[in-house]
């Protein structure tokens, strides 16, 4: 079946440390992005990737980085210098870049907790 | 700058009511919109978009919603609540003139539909 795996579910990390969430799609989509939500607050726009090997800052991108090698593949490392990053993180795609109105599929989410 | 209202962090209806999420939004050209439904620690499922034609637009799970240009509005109804209903819904916008659909979506803060037995 064709979809967005998001890996882990649950992460528990340490102040001062640097974790990176993964996201895979088999969809063959283009483009994809990350998101962050807290509650109450809706998602916001951390960074997204319209072709491999380049990628775009979003609303929120102060403390985060992301890579785009394969195409399938967009992981998000959230550092150190991310003030307050216990959050619900979401990946998403869409088929075509460029493209206004394309339908944004969402994978399944990690929640990442600071201890 | 695009924006998204929802109004009501909160609705609660009865199962077999009418269920009625407002979303307002802000756009300097013709948006594409689109409602999410959220269950508990999951990803977020399209519900129903509008892009262009028609005004009303019908979903997934018996919901619909009307693009009001004039009132810039695209509320979510559906004629009879269900208890599988209760969920987080989200209403998002994608401006035509800036690419939106390439930079991501706006969304609004959601909102939390309760239905009551």
């Known amino acids: 079946d064709g979809g967005i795996t998001q890996s882990p579910k649950y992460l528990f990390r340490k102040e001062g440390q640097n974790v990176t969430l993964s996201c895979e799609q088999n969809?063959?989509?283009?483009?994809m992005y990350w998101y962050r939500q807290d509650p109450g607050q809706g998602l916001r726009l951390i960074y997204y990737?319209?072709?491999?090997?380049?990628?775009q800052k979003g609303d929120i991108a102060e403390g985060y980085s992301v890579s785009r090698e394969k195409k399938e593949s967009f992981p998000l490392t959230v550092t150190s210098a991310q003030k307050n990053p216990t959050a619900f993180y979401l990946c998403?795609?869409?088929?075509?870049?460029?493209?206004?109105?394309?339908?944004?599929?969402f994978g399944p989410g990690t929640r990442l907790t600071v201890l | 700058a695009q924006s998204v209202t929802q109004l009501g962090s909160h609705v609660s209806v009865s199962e077999g009511a009418l269920v009625l999420l407002r979303c307002n939004y802000s756009?300097?050209?013709?948006?594409?919109l689109f409602w999410y439904v959220q269950y508990p620690n999951q990803g977020l499922q399209l519900l129903l978009k509008?892009?262009?034609?028609?005004?009303l637009v019908k979903g997934i799970n018996g919901f619909e919603a009307e693009f009001k240009k004039s009132e810039t509005s695209f509320h979510l109804t559906k004629p009879s609540a269900h208890m599988s209903d209760a969920a987080e819904y989200f209403c998002?916008?994608?401006?035509?003139?800036?690419?939106?659909?390439?930079?991501?979506?706006?969304f609004g803060k959601g909102t939390h539909l309760i239905i009551q037995p």
């Open positions: 998403a795609s869409t088929p075509t870049s460029g493209r206004v109105g394309d339908t944004q599929y």
């Open positions: 969809l063959n989509h283009d483009a």
């Open positions: 990737s319209q072709i491999v090997n380049d990628f």
């Open positions: 756009s300097s050209v013709p948006p594409y």
């Open positions: 509008y892009t262009t034609g028609a005004t």
């Open positions: 998002a916008v994608s401006d035509r003139g800036s690419g939106g659909g390439a930079d991501g979506l706006t």
